[in-house]
């Protein structure tokens, strides 16, 4: 997928952990995969995902364990 001219997979929101700074939001990609997303908590207000809510992803920055 191609969201604003870049890149994007399409993940749908698992869980959101909003607690101090950074709000951690679970993500299940179209494959199945599992990742996790850190917003700082202004973007995430803005963003308001919720459990269920279908967001377009793009990495800037991949940590894999």
């Known amino acids: 997928h191609q969201r604003n001219g870049h890149p994007a997979a399409v993940a749908t929101v698992r ?3 909003a607690a101090a700074a950074v709000a951690r ?5 179209a494959s199945g995969d599992l ?3 850190e ?3 202004d973007r995430f207000r803005g963003l308001a995902a ?7 992803v793009a990495p800037r920055r ?3 364990f």
Do not use: K, N, S
């Open 15 to 17: 869980r959101v952990r």
């Open 50 to 56: 919720a459990p269920g809510d279908v967001l377009y």
């Open 25 to 29: 939001l679970d993500l299940q990609l």
């Open 39 to 41: 917003l700082a908590q």
């Open 62 to 64: 991949v940590h894999v």
């Open 35 to 37: 990742i996790t997303a």
